[in-house]
């Protein structure tokens, strides 16, 4: 299986900052056919389901603010919430899909500061 | 209104079965795969079956192969799990998803919650 670790578990930002949430897989993602990473980015609230971010990388799901990024190539993938909002307080979690329904990393916890 | 509602969950003994099931409106569930996807408390999601869109073809973690089965009813737009054999390390929330560009998650239920224990 492919092993997804996220740095780091928390982390704690004050409102109106950057949050950057690193997530590294244990081999390459990349789907040759599209040249694409099938890495995706989701954010998890408490008492609610899991919403989908971020695919391929960096494409936004519509309806996802735009301080969501996403970033990244080879192994090492990075997701980055500019201008922090009391709303994105949750657990993030990167997720690849290059095999059958894919292997989630551990979440990181953001938190205001 | 897109909506997948997960149900059946409940506490069950180490050894005992379960069966889950989640009904679906608001898109054409006929035309997709679809997932079961779980939580371990304090962990990351696992995911755990997945199932064609006309039910012919299944897949399974290695974690469940063997204990576990998916099935759906396109006719009632309801999707299930068949657990059987159920460990303590089974218990969890399970989440029905929809997998779709190549296999992210874009829908998901709000979960129901299986407890292995005596």
């Known amino acids: 299986d492919i092993v997804m670790t996220q740095s780091p578990d928390s982390l704690a930002v004050s409102l109106g900052e950057r949050a950057t949430i690193n997530c590294k897989s244990s081999q390459s993602i990349l789907y040759s056919p599209t040249n694409k990473n099938n890495l995706a980015w989701y954010q998890h609230k408490p008492g609610q389901s899991p919403k989908l971010l971020i695919y391929w990388t960096s494409t936004r799901e519509s309806g996802v603010p735009d301080r969501f990024s996403g970033s990244g190539s080879g192994t090492d993938f990075t997701l980055t919430i500019s201008n922090l909002q009391a709303e994105d307080v949750a657990i993030y979690y990167c997720h690849q899909y290059l095999s059958t329904g894919g292997t989630f990393g551990q979440g990181t916890r953001v938190e205001i500061k | 209104e897109v909506q997948m509602e997960e149900s059946g969950g409940g506490l069950v003994q180490p050894g005992g079965s379960l069966k889950i099931s989640c009904i679906v409106s608001g898109f054409t569930f006929s035309n997709y795969w679809m997932n079961w996807v779980r939580q371990a408390p304090g962990r990351g999601p696992e995911w755990v079956a997945q199932?064609?869109?006309?039910?012919?073809?299944?897949y399974y973690a290695d974690t469940v192969r063997g204990r576990f089965t998916i099935s759906r009813d396109n006719a009632k737009n309801s999707l299930y799990l068949q657990m059987n054999s159920l460990r303590a390390e089974d218990t969890a929330v399970y989440y029905c998803s929809r997998p779709t560009r190549g296999g992210t998650n874009d829908l998901w239920g709000q979960g129901t919650m299986v407890t292995v224990s005596s």
């Open positions: 199932i064609k869109p006309d039910g012919s073809a299944d």
